[in-house]
């Protein structure tokens, strides 16, 4: 007596299903040939409509980029009504004038720090927090409410 199952296609049907298969995944089929040529339209086609089915979310940022992270509270004293922040060395020039340097300051400080939109502090001191070698770290800047 046979199995008791039985496969709904004869089993040449499966080898030879097997066999396009095994030859597909390692990209086994000679230039010029119609599977190749298949092949090579359906990579194609996949790369072309992907974006418009799969949503990759990369696009670029419109916009002046968000500057907030690089920008936090250290201390405040209550006294003075002074904060010294922590403000990332990429957003400063160093180079430029002490008044232009401290204008350029007052300025990133009011736009990125919720508490200083108003625009009403003064920027009191700059102090460039450096490393071993001289480079700057950040600038821990004290600002005056």
Known sequence: MGSLWTPCLPTNNMHAIWR????TVFWSYERGTWPYDIAVAAIILFVMLSPYVIHFNDQPQVGPTPHGT???PISEDS???TR????????????????EIALETHDILRKNV????DGRFEVVQIDP???DDGA????AVTVKK
Not at 136 to 139: A, E, G, P, T
């Open 114 to 117: 919720s508490e200083l939109k």
């Open 70 to 72: 690089r920008i936090e």
């Open 136 to 139: 700057v770290l950040y600038y």
């Open 84 to 99: 010294t922040y922590r403000v990332d060395a990429a957003l400063l020039v160093s180079a430029r004038p002490k008044p």
């Open 129 to 131: 927090i450096r490393e």
């Open 20 to 23: 396009v298969i095994v030859r």
């Open 79 to 81: 006294a003075q009504r």
